[in-house]
């Protein structure tokens, strides 16, 4: 017999909530996933009373866990009192941002908060690649970010890392080189590893640059990937 969580009924609550405040963003990354942008607040994103009115019902329900993605987060005025309400309730937080708003003051009420995990978006090694594919982005301030919650003993998760493998490795030696942990998961969609499409003619196109595509019969170069 299974035991009880084994299905959807046995929870009189979700488990896990992801929440975007807003569409807006200060950057405008050529791979967002969510369109966001500076011009792409949604017209009917929630004000401060209604976002802490489905605050508190998060913590009335007893959802276990709240991720919190972009538009960018900390960019919301109201953000800190929705951290406090669940934070108060017993609610763990996940936040991703691009760092840009965390401070000396906010890293401090971020370490308070006990804050699950904190995912800063670093694209590459250097401010060049990293400001290249993430237009209007500072790769000086999300560095900067990552080493004020890293002197606080967060848990910072480093997201996307678009630069030669190299270079990457190199980047996560200097981590190690000044004592932090660190894990690496690399994730990939089967099909991104083994080139398995089924369509007779497939157009790949570049997520660091739309311009590029490649137009291919996969089954033809599918050997040679």
């Given at each position: 017999?299974?035991?009880?969580?084994?299905?959807?009924?046995?929870?009189?609550?979700?488990?896990?909530?992801?929440?975007?405040?807003?569409?807006?963003?200060?950057?405008?990354?050529?791979?967002?996933?969510?369109?966001?942008?500076?011009?792409?607040?949604?017209?009917?994103?929630?004000?401060?009373?209604?976002?802490?009115?489905?605050?508190?019902?998060?913590?009335?329900?007893?959802?276990?866990?709240?991720?919190?993605?972009?538009?960018?987060?900390?960019?919301?005025?109201?953000?800190?009192?929705i951290f406090d309400t669940l934070h108060k309730g017993g609610v763990e937080i996940k936040i991703e941002t691009n760092g840009l708003h965390i401070d000396e003051a906010?890293?401090?009420?971020?370490?308070?908060?006990?804050?699950?995990?904190?995912?800063?978006?670093?694209?590459?090694?250097?401010?060049?690649?990293?400001?290249?594919?993430?237009?209007?982005?500072?790769?000086?301030?999300?560095?900067a970010a990552l080493k004020r919650l890293s002197r606080r003993g967060l848990v910072v998760v480093l997201s996307d890392l678009l630069d030669d493998p190299a270079e990457?490795?190199?980047?996560?030696?200097?981590?190690?080189?000044?004592?932090?942990?660190?894990?690496?998961?690399?994730?990939?969609?089967?099909?991104?590893?083994?080139?398995?499409?089924?369509?007779?003619?497939?157009?790949?196109?570049?997520?660091?640059?739309?311009?590029?595509?490649?137009?291919?019969?996969?089954?033809?170069?599918?050997?040679?990937?």
């Open positions: 017999m299974q035991g009880r969580g084994a299905s959807v009924g046995d929870y009189r609550a979700p488990l896990f909530l992801a929440w975007q405040l807003t569409n807006h963003c200060g950057a405008r990354c050529l791979h967002c996933c969510e369109e966001s942008g500076p011009e792409k607040r949604w017209s009917d994103e929630m004000d401060r009373a209604q976002a802490l009115n489905l605050t508190r019902q998060i913590v009335d329900l007893g959802i276990a866990y709240v991720a919190f993605g972009g538009g960018e987060p900390l960019g919301v005025p109201h953000v800190w009192e906010a890293a401090d009420r971020l370490k308070a908060l006990q804050v699950a995990a904190i995912q800063i978006s670093l694209d590459g090694s250097t401010a060049a690649l990293h400001e290249k594919v993430r237009p209007q982005g500072s790769f000086d301030g999300a560095f990457v490795l190199s980047g996560l030696r200097h981590f190690r080189y000044r004592g932090h942990e660190v894990v690496v998961f690399h994730l990939l969609d089967p099909r991104e590893r083994d080139l398995d499409f089924r369509r007779q003619e497939t157009r790949f196109v570049s997520l660091e640059n739309p311009e590029q595509s490649l137009t291919t019969q996969p089954w033809h170069i599918q050997q040679d990937y």
